[in-house]
C-alpha cells in the first residue's frame, strides 16, 4: 500500500482485526503524527486567549494537511464539552493567520477566546494584539 502522508510503499501486518479495515499510513508515520493536544494562554486587553493545536510547527504540504485535518475532532469534542466556557471561537487557518490587520480588533472585546488550529502558529511575537 502507498502512505497517505508519505507516499512510499509499505506493508501492512496481516492480522484478524485487519480483514475489514486497511491502514492509510504507514507505521513510521503513525509514530511521526500523533496529534498531542497542545496549548498556550495568552493575555489580551480583558481576558485570555486560549490557543489549542494539534502539532508543532511542521513543514506540511497541502495533502498532508488535510489528511490529518482529520484529527481536529479531538479539539472539536473539547469546544462541545466546554460550550459555555468561551466567548468566542476561531479556527486559525493560514488565511485567517496571514490576515492580521482586523485579527486584534476582532478578540480584543472578548473575555475568553477559543482559537484552534492544526499545527502551531507563532501569536505571541506577532503583532495582532
Ligand atoms: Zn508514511
Do not use: W
Request: hydrophobic share 40%; proline share 2%; aromatic share 20%.
Amino acid at each position: 500500500m502507498i502512505c497517505k502522508l508519505c507516499d512510499k510503499f509499505y506493508l501492512d501486518e496481516d492480522s484478524i482485526t485487519g480483514i475489514f479495515t486497511f491502514s492509510k499510513v504507514c507505521e513510521a508515520c503513525k509514530k511521526k503524527f500523533i496529534p498531542n493536544e497542545l496549548y498556550e494562554v495568552i493575555p489580551i486587553n480583558h481576558g485570555l486567549i486560549e490557543y489549542h493545536y494539534l502539532y508543532e510547527n511542521m513543514n506540511l504540504n497541502i495533502k498532508q494537511k488535510y489528511y490529518l485535518n482529520q484529527y481536529l475532532d479531538i479539539l472539536y469534542l473539547k469546544i462541545i464539552d466546554q460550550f459555555n466556557k468561551y466567548d468566542l471561537y476561531i479556527f486559525l487557518d493560514d488565511d485567517v493567520y496571514y490576515e492580521t490587520s482586523y485579527f486584534g480588533d476582532l478578540v480584543n472585546d472578548y473575555k475568553h477566546v477559543f482559537i484552534f488550529s492544526l499545527m502551531r502558529k507563532e501569536l505571541m511575537y506577532k503583532t495582532i494584539f
